[in-house]
């Protein structure tokens, strides 16, 4: 069984997505990032270099790893510390990421069940390496004779991540303090003006998680997927000017925009999530299938 | 949100299957096990001793591999040189699970896209920790309310691996040459008695890979998953004798044994992938349900 051209980028993408764990990737020289004896992130080289200059909160790398000074104990001096060096580096324009500057804080822990260590601003994530969750959801539509097609929403152009590229519906980043639920709501509403009753009837059928880097960071990454069927009759709507325009499309063309360069990465994941669960992709016609549901879950 | 004991069972269940991949495993002693230059597999140190008793099938150990003689260069002189090796350590009595021998031929591939190198007899294929495929069938029936329940089978006392416990309702081994809804359709009909007009309506929804190891050997498995709404008046009915009853369990029930000794373990793993993906286990209250959904889908 020959795979596809699309079979092939595809399986391109999950590569792409997961290029930390790759032969070659920086993971091999990363530190680790640890806060009271426990890991949560990795920081590439000149990034720990940097820290050197702030022994105040950072300890020296010793055996592969950069720890928080253990005089910051708690949730608070700790996020509140970094945060100072993180503005002082915003500053000093010492990485591009940080041009990104949300105001937002994600919480910093071992995995997600455990209780936050700290919180960090989301556009300083990929520097540590620290994992971060969000909620994407998959809008869909049954047709009376059964047909699916799915919502997709284009990004607006002026956004600073992924301008002007295909995305899911709606979707957003899990802030500190937040339950996955709420996130999804408030997104829904923001980004596509899909009331809170409509919304609420999402339901949770999966994660999406993959690690990559790119020249600054390490992007640690867990999506929890909602899917949501909508009602015929329901059009999303430009909500918070996040999104310049909502298609409802075929999912045979849905699952050909997914390969290609038009697509938000981590949100192509997603629809192709979607596409195995509800049987578009079938095992016996696609070479790749288990290693597209193995792409879509890595983890360290 | 603190784990409950059934989730902490259920976080055990995993990392046991996936016990190849913890720090301690024979992973780091493992030789890799190559033809043609490709690897297909893991042998343990015990096993690749062994093997040096037959140098004109296996080379010698070199730098951490175990190769195929390259004059054994084509699918049918492998199969069968290899199954000579097999069978004399059979009667040797040299490994257990020889005993359980089933003249079974597994294809034997560097990934399940690739075309097979070789066969192997299936109860050799964990002494080399060769990849080997199955297809598990979710059973499941919808109440006219709406309330789902799952059929599950119990395995017959005489099976020989996991007698006695529970299993899904239907799956089995994919053998070299056959199709997967072949495979699937086939194990339907003879383990439960499903006729092929329904089995056929079975679609795809995900894998499920792990790779754990025992006293013996390495066993890499990924199942290719299939759920199968079963009709409310359809009861299935002993076929082959590999099983001894059917139950039809509230989904309450299921979830509550899959966590317990009592359920076998892959089968279990198939369960939980179903209570992922139809909103059975939630996000919001779960705090394993990132590590769930990735515990459920790791390869090497």
Redesign the interface.
Known sequence: ?A?SAWSERTLHLLRRMNNFYLPGSCRATCLRFEIDGAQVGWIPPPVASLLTSYPEVFGPPHGGTVSLCPSLNSYSPRSEAVQAVLQTLRQQGSFTCLKGWRDEKYSVMP???DAPLMWMERAATSLFGVKR?GVHINGYTVSDGGEVRMWLARRSPTKQTYPGLLDNVAGGGLAAGD???HTLVKECQEEACIPAAIAEKA?????V?YTYEDEEGVYAE?Q?VFDLELPLDFKPRIGDGEVQDFYLLPIDRVKELLATEDFKPNSAMVVLDFL??H?F????TE?????F??G????L
Chains 1, 2 share one sequence.
């Open positions: 069984m795979a995995r997600f069940s969750y339950s996955i639920k339901y949770p059928v999966s994660t998680s867990s929890f195995i669960r049987s992709i079938e095992p016996d070479p790749y299938y288990q290693d549901v193995t879509l879950h890595q983890t």
